[in-house]
């Protein structure tokens, strides 16, 4: 169905290393999605910083792709971008052609955010920040808006990236917050209106 879809609507999924971008790719995403993964080395630990993610033996050196169809006419195209540094210098080119992109966060490491945010507002792109959930304590809430010093008008929400229902919802916001930031009627007749199936 979505091969011929009239209308593909571009989402980025960025982010800190291991926060999650790969997880809610693939939880949300209604084909096998193409991930470049690679398993980490121990090269590798001489330059990322793997002290907070001690568990993850993979990590995405190009991107992720998945996509979801809404309709006849209109489909999601997902790409999660690496995380590392020595990686964002593709960010920019993700960027080109997107709709919105979602900052998914480790509550933990919240400075890993920063950068992502830098970026999507140097380009003026419209975003959500989802705080994925790794079992701890702090959840998304002024704490958290005020160490990212966030626009209010921002949307800042809870996620789990492994959780299907839980990453549509995360789309479904950054697609409302599109529609509010675009309010013209000529932008929104292009932006898509079904919920996720």
Same mark, same amino acid.
């Given at each position: 169905?979505?091969?011929?879809?009239? @209308?593909?609507?571009?989402?980025?999924?960025?982010?800190?290393?291991?926060?999650?971008?790969?997880?809610?790719?693939?939880?949300?995403?209604?084909?096998?999605?193409?991930?470049?993964?690679?398993?980490?080395?121990?090269?590798?630990?001489?330059?990322?910083?793997? =002290?907070?993610?001690?568990?993850?033996?993979?990590?995405?050196?190009?991107?992720?792709?998945?996509? /979801?169809?809404?309709?006849? =006419?209109?489909?999601?195209?997902?790409?999660?971008?690496?995380?590392?540094? =020595?990686?964002?210098?593709?960010?920019?080119?993700?960027?080109?052609?997107?709709?919105?992109?979602?900052?998914?966060?480790?509550?933990?490491?919240?400075?890993?955010?920063?950068?992502?945010?830098?970026?999507?507002? @140097?380009?003026?792109?419209?975003?959500?920040?989802?705080?994925?959930?790794?079992?701890?304590?702090?959840?998304?809430?002024?704490?958290? @808006?005020?160490?990212?010093?966030?626009?209010?008008?921002?949307?800042?929400?809870?996620?789990?990236?492994?959780?299907?229902?839980?990453?549509?919802?995360?789309? /479904?916001?950054?697609?409302?917050?599109?529609?509010?930031?675009?309010?013209?009627?000529?932008?929104?007749?292009?932006?898509?209106?079904?919920?996720?199936?």
């Amino acid at each position: 169905m979505g091969a011929s879809a009239d @209308h593909g609507f571009k989402i980025v999924v960025v982010g800190g290393f291991g926060v999650g971008k790969t997880t809610l790719v693939r939880s949300v995403s209604e084909i096998r999605p193409l991930s470049t993964e690679e398993a980490m080395t121990q090269a590798g630990e001489t330059v990322d910083d793997i =002290r907070q993610v001690r568990g993850k033996s993979a990590t995405t050196v190009a991107f992720d792709f998945g996509r /979801i169809t809404l309709d006849r =006419r209109n489909v999601l195209y997902l790409f999660g971008a690496p995380g590392q540094e =020595r990686f964002w210098f593709l960010w920019d080119r993700l960027f080109a052609g997107t709709l919105g992109a979602v900052v998914l966060v480790d509550t933990r490491r919240i400075d890993d955010s920063w950068y992502a945010i830098d970026r999507l507002e @140097h380009h003026g792109t419209p975003f959500v920040v989802a705080c994925n959930d790794f079992g701890g304590p702090v959840r998304a809430g002024e704490a958290v @808006h005020d160490a990212l010093d966030l626009d209010p008008r921002i949307p800042l929400i809870d996620c789990d990236a492994r959780s299907r229902q839980s990453g549509k919802q995360t789309l /479904i916001t950054l697609v409302e917050h599109v529609r509010h930031r675009y309010a013209e009627p000529s932008v929104r007749a292009g932006l898509p209106r079904q919920e996720f199936v």
